[in-house]
Structures are given as C-alpha cells and as structure tokens.
C-alpha cells in the first residue's frame, strides 16, 4: 500500500478557499427541499434562490484508507427560510464510531447534534472556537450570523456519510431558530418520527 505524504495546507480564512483541495461539492437551495418545518415559506423562497449555491465542501483527501485523515473547509450561506436558520443536511457517519472536528474559521454558528437516542446538544461555534463531535452523534451546522460560516473540519477518511439515517428519522429533534432579539434557541420539530 502507496503511503500518504505529508502536506502542509493553507485556508483562506474569510472565504474558506482552499487550494490545495482535492475535492469539492455544493448543495443548492432547491437540493435542500424537505429540510425545513416551513415548507410554504420554503417554496415563497424557491424562484429566487433556486439553484444558488447554499453550502460548499472544499475536501483533502490522501486515501480511503484507514488511518488517513479528511480535512477541508466548509462556506454556509446566511439566511433563514422563515425563521429557521440554513443548515446542512446532517448525517452520522457510516463509520458510526468515527469522530469529527469543527473549527471556525470566520462566522457564527451551531453545531447541532443528537445522540442515537435522541438528546440533543446545540453547541456554539463562533470565530476560533472548536466544536468535537464524539463518535456515534448525529450532526449538522447551521449559519446563525449574517455572514458566510466557514467552517474546518477534520475526520477519519472511511469514516463515510449516513445521511438516509436522519431522512428516516424525520430530520433532528430540535430545530434552531431566530428568537425575537435577534438570538437563537430551539424548538421541537414536528416532523420529527421518534417518540
Ligand atoms: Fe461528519
């Protein structure tokens, strides 16, 4: 087996960019269909932001093999589809045991996870804050600023995404919101399947 080289990399802070990435995917509003509670407000939104870019994934990948590390940055639009904030999809990992790193890089954010048996953790992750995700909990983030969140996560290269698993489960137990002063808190998901 070829063994990974070591590199040193380089991120441009306030836009996430990452040249030396090996690999890149976006979501698009109209991809992220069926995520929010506000599904009316969601389709009032669909003729402007349509196919706009709401998050992108800069990646390094050395290997899938086990062992070797993914590391890369993520860019979050701001917005809210009523008053629920953008997130990604979330997952757990395929690897379920395998664990993940945050680091923000510029931005306000959330880092919401569930454990599989539903108890929730919203954890803060602003400017130059980490945020660790042990094995086994489902996460996501979510913008709660008015700029771009961009976001430095580290995991195992098999660690794989699971993201059927939270489809399944109608999406997470809580959601995140805009509270009247301009804050966050959470609210029940009504779409929620689990008891
Ligand atoms: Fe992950």
């Not at 589809?81 to 979330?90: I, S």
Request: net charge positive; glycine share 10%.
């Amino acid at each position: 087996m070829k063994i990974s080289d070591p590199i040193s990399a380089y991120f441009e802070k306030k836009s996430g960019f990452f040249p030396q990435a090996t690999g890149y995917y976006s979501k698009t509003f109209n991809e992220l269909e069926g995520m929010y509670e506000n599904e009316g407000e969601f389709q009032n939104m669909l003729p402007k932001w349509n196919n706009k870019v709401v998050y992108e994934v800069w990646e390094h990948r050395s290997s899938k093999n086990n062992g070797d590390l993914v590391f890369g940055t993520s860019v979050m639009k701001p917005g809210r589809v009523g008053e629920e904030f953008f997130l990604t999809r979330g997952h757990q990992h395929q690897k379920a045991r395998c664990a993940e790193t945050y680091f923000c890089l510029s931005g306000t954010g959330i880092i919401l996870m569930e454990s599989p048996d539903g108890e929730i953790k919203a954890l803060d992750l602003g400017t130059d804050q980490l945020v660790y995700v042990p094995p086994l909990w489902f996460h996501r983030s979510i913008n709660i600023g008015d700029s771009e969140l961009i976001t430095l996560f580290t995991y195992n290269s098999d660690a794989g995404q699971n993201y059927e698993i939270i489809k399944k489960r109608g999406g997470m137990r809580k959601r995140v919101v805009r509270k009247d002063s301009g804050n966050w808190t959470l609210v029940a998901n009504k779409k929620y399947l689990l008891s």
